[in-house]
């Protein structure tokens, strides 16, 4: 049977059958514009990191996000191609490049599916934090006691110095952002991106705006941008031009590897196919008009905040003590001042470029707010279909795939929920997003190929639409340029960032293990192996060309992991 029938009757099934909560199944309510909507939260996520990222690169910040983004826009013309495949899936490109590689490997398949869910879930735990910040940052002084107490659960040195598990303001009131979201996503798809669009129209002015006022005023100093020379500094710690040396490329291979986290993000826009009333034409459309929001957002926002900010220079040196060992870090203003890393001093900084009245700043900051929950939004409902249709095609646990009457996936989105409250309580929030970003690079690499293996093993099924060849390749290109970024800079982030990463990617083999060869006794689902045909007498024609692929990224990344060490 030709693939296109099966795939014209499972739409047709699903748009004129009632669907009821025992059928287990999503609910086809939305067009490519609530996809837009819900992807929408992408844009806030250049506020995770781009204090991080700027305090880190120095003045090249800028172009970081510059080049970041345009990787993210070529890449997204993959993922459109392989989610036109699989109208009938939800979830993602990673659960579309799944079913390229499981013919090659079923371990590969369920990394696939993993990595994007342990890259984007953190979302939840930093988005809530940083807005938890925002509002007591708002609210409270600094030194107030609701602001300064917290109780310490555990002690995560090993993985980094000073990380910890504790319990403070910022998680009590993070996790009731977290059961916010969770009502509302309770409620189904259609209701998400209702609730979406409104949040998306009250947050993304702001950033647009803020994007857009220095270029109309002028208020973007040169000095603040050239010379395009790495951060470095002197022996008392002055900042200083560094050079393009191992050190300075080290630098900028660290800041693209944790703007990709942000910047790619707009892929999750395909996370919906199976929830669209024309999958065939909306898909392409919701990833390219999230790609172009993103692209303005990415490139203006991070310039008007290093316009408005400046590098920074050194205030108070840093103190140490007999033995040499510093007691009391250096402090720095502009871009390198330390709320500026960590994000919690971000909307201020963001604020300010609009107007210094306290009115100002105080709508800007409920507005950023109103952005990171719209960030969490984005990311509740992509992150819990991944899990979902992981669950449905037998590489992830069975009860995964419960739905409610409205559709929604709500056993994958309690289980979001349950790991968020867990992450929440880190102290530090950039270590999570870097060490989550090692799998979203893996991810990134798998399904970027996944695009050619299914041109090669698939040639002739319907494509609704169909990349460009040049597009196809230069997205392949980019997997092996991402993992070359992780090899080299994941580490800035932390020393044991990398192999922290690699190590929760690893988590999910004892996972399928448990649900394919002991649950369903090695057989999977019957849609998963229908999934699966290829043309013809059914024999794959990538040859070892994916064993290739995997072979050389891991040889990559182990060598430019020790050269930047």
Same mark, same amino acid.
């Given at each position: 049977?030709q693939?296109?029938?099966?795939?014209?009757?499972?739409?047709?099934?699903?748009?004129?059958?009632?669907?009821?909560?025992?059928?287990?199944?999503?609910h086809r309510?939305?067009? *490519?514009?609530?996809?837009?909507?819900?992807?929408?939260?992408?844009?806030?996520?250049?506020?995770?990191?781009?204090?991080?990222?700027?305090?880190?690169?120095?003045?090249?910040? *800028?172009?970081?996000?510059?080049?970041?983004?345009?990787?993210?826009?070529?890449?997204?013309?993959?993922?459109?191609?392989?989610?036109?495949?699989?109208?009938?899936k939800?979830?993602?490109?990673?659960?579309?490049?799944?079913?390229?590689?499981?013919?090659?490997?079923?371990?590969?398949?369920?990394?696939?599916?993993? /990595?994007?869910?342990?890259?984007?879930?953190?979302?939840?735990?930093?988005?809530?934090?940083?807005?938890?910040?925002?509002?007591?940052?708002?609210?409270?002084?600094?030194?107030?006691a609701?602001?300064?107490?917290?109780?310490?659960?555990?002690?995560?040195?090993?993985?980094?110095?000073?990380?910890?598990?504790?319990?403070?303001?910022?998680?009590?009131?993070?996790?009731?952002?977290?059961?916010?979201?969770?009502?509302?996503?309770?409620?189904?798809?259609?209701?998400?991106?209702?609730?979406?669009m409104?949040?998306?129209v009250?947050?993304?002015?702001?950033?647009?705006?803020?994007?857009?006022?220095?270029?109309? !005023?002028?208020?973007?100093?040169?000095?603040?941008?050239?010379?395009?020379?790495?951060?470095?500094?002197?022996?008392?710690?002055?900042?200083?031009?560094?050079?393009?040396?191992?050190?300075? *490329?080290?630098?900028?291979?660290?800041?693209?590897?944790?703007?990709?986290?942000?910047?790619?993000?707009?892929?999750?826009?395909?996370?919906?196919?199976?929830?669209?009333?024309?999958?065939?034409?909306?898909?392409?459309?919701?990833?390219?008009?999230?790609?172009?929001l /993103?692209?303005?957002?990415?490139?203006?926002?991070?310039?008007?905040?290093?316009?408005?900010l400046?590098?920074?220079?050194?205030?108070?040196? =840093?103190?140490?003590?007999?033995?040499?060992?510093?007691?009391?870090?250096?402090?720095?203003?502009g871009?390198?001042?330390?709320?500026?890393?960590?994000?919690?001093g971000?909307?201020?900084?963001?604020?300010?470029?609009?107007?210094?009245t306290?009115?100002?700043?105080n709508?800007?900051?409920?507005?950023?707010?109103?952005?990171?929950?719209?960030?969490i939004?984005?990311?509740?409902?992509?992150?819990?279909?991944?899990?979902?249709?992981?669950?449905?095609?037998?590489l992830?646990?069975?009860?995964?795939?419960?739905?409610n009457?409205?559709? =929604?996936?709500?056993?994958?989105?309690?289980?979001?929920?349950?790991?968020?409250f867990?992450?929440?309580m880190?102290?530090?929030?950039?270590?999570?997003?870097?060490?989550?970003?090692?799998?979203?690079?893996?991810?990134?690499?798998?399904?970027?190929?996944?695009?050619?293996?299914?041109?090669?093993?698939?040639?002739n099924?319907?494509?609704?639409?169909?990349?460009? !060849?040049?597009?196809?390749?230069?997205?392949?290109?980019?997997a092996?340029?991402?993992?070359?970024?992780?090899?080299?800079?994941a580490?800035?982030?932390?020393?044991?960032?990398?192999?922290?990463?690699?190590?929760?990617?690893g988590?999910?083999?004892p996972?399928?293990?448990?649900?394919?060869?002991i649950?369903?006794?090695?057989?999977?689902?019957?849609?998963?192996?229908?999934?699966?045909?290829l043309?013809?007498?059914?024999?794959?024609?990538?040859?070892?060309?994916?064993?290739v692929?995997?072979?050389?990224?891991?040889?990559?990344?182990?060598?430019?992991?020790?050269?930047?060490?």
């Amino acid at each position: 049977m030709q693939k296109t029938v099966e795939v014209t009757d499972a739409i047709t099934a699903d748009v004129s059958n009632d669907v009821v909560a025992g059928n287990a199944s999503l609910h086809r309510t939305i067009s *490519w514009t609530g996809a837009f909507w819900v992807a929408s939260g992408v844009p806030a996520l250049v506020l995770f990191s781009m204090g991080a990222i700027a305090a880190t690169v120095g003045k090249p910040a *800028w172009l970081v996000w510059m080049i970041s983004i345009g990787f993210g826009f070529i890449q997204a013309f993959t993922y459109a191609e392989i989610a036109g495949l699989f109208p009938h899936k939800t979830g993602g490109a990673s659960v579309y490049g799944a079913v390229a590689w499981i013919r090659y490997s079923k371990f590969v398949a369920p990394l696939s599916i993993w /990595c994007n869910w342990v890259a984007w879930t953190p979302v939840l735990s930093i988005g809530s934090g940083l807005a938890a910040g925002y509002i007591l940052t708002a609210m409270f002084a600094p030194d107030a006691a609701i602001n300064t107490w917290q109780l310490t659960l555990l002690d995560l040195g090993m993985l980094k110095e000073g990380l910890t598990l504790r319990i403070n303001a910022t998680f009590v009131i993070g996790s009731a952002l977290l059961l916010l979201v969770y009502f509302i996503q309770n409620g189904g798809i259609l209701r998400s991106a209702r609730t979406t669009m409104i949040l998306g129209v009250a947050a993304l002015i702001p950033l647009i705006m803020i994007g857009l006022v220095p270029l109309i !005023t002028g208020d973007m100093p040169s000095e603040h941008f050239f010379p395009l020379s790495p951060l470095a500094y002197d022996s008392v710690g002055n900042v200083i031009d560094g050079l393009w040396n191992l050190d300075g *490329w080290v630098l900028m291979a660290g800041g693209l590897f944790i703007a990709a986290w942000s910047t790619y993000g707009f892929e999750t826009a395909v996370c919906y196919t199976r929830e669209f009333k024309n999958p065939e034409t909306d898909t392409f459309k919701a990833i390219f008009y999230s790609g172009l929001l /993103c692209v303005g957002v990415f490139t203006l926002v991070p310039l008007a905040f290093q316009g408005h900010l400046g590098l920074g220079q050194l205030i108070t040196p =840093a103190v140490t003590d007999a033995a040499g060992n510093v007691t009391s870090a250096a402090v720095y203003d502009g871009m390198l001042a330390p709320d500026i890393y960590s994000g919690m001093g971000v909307a201020k900084a963001l604020s300010g470029i609009l107007g210094n009245t306290a009115f100002i700043a105080n709508l800007v900051v409920v507005m950023l707010i109103l952005a990171l929950l719209l960030s969490i939004m984005t990311t509740m409902s992509g992150a819990s279909r991944t899990l979902y249709q992981g669950s449905a095609d037998g590489l992830l646990p069975k009860f995964l795939s419960k739905v409610n009457e409205h559709g =929604a996936p709500t056993s994958a989105m309690w289980a979001n929920m349950i790991f968020n409250f867990v992450l929440l309580m880190m102290s530090d929030y950039m270590f999570l997003l870097a060490a989550a970003n090692v799998s979203y690079v893996i991810f990134n690499f798998l399904n970027l190929n996944a695009g050619w293996i299914h041109r090669m093993d698939r040639p002739n099924w319907e494509r609704p639409y169909k990349a460009p !060849t040049i597009l196809i390749v230069l997205g392949t290109f980019l997997a092996f340029v991402n993992v070359t970024l992780m090899g080299l800079g994941a580490n800035i982030w932390g020393a044991g960032t990398l192999m922290s990463g690699l190590v929760m990617a690893g988590l999910v083999f004892p996972i399928f293990i448990w649900r394919h060869y002991i649950v369903d006794k090695g057989v999977l689902p019957k849609e998963m192996q229908e999934d699966m045909l290829l043309d013809g007498d059914q024999k794959t024609t990538a040859g070892v060309l994916p064993y290739v692929a995997l072979i050389v990224a891991g040889v990559i990344v182990y060598f430019t992991s020790h050269l930047a060490s």
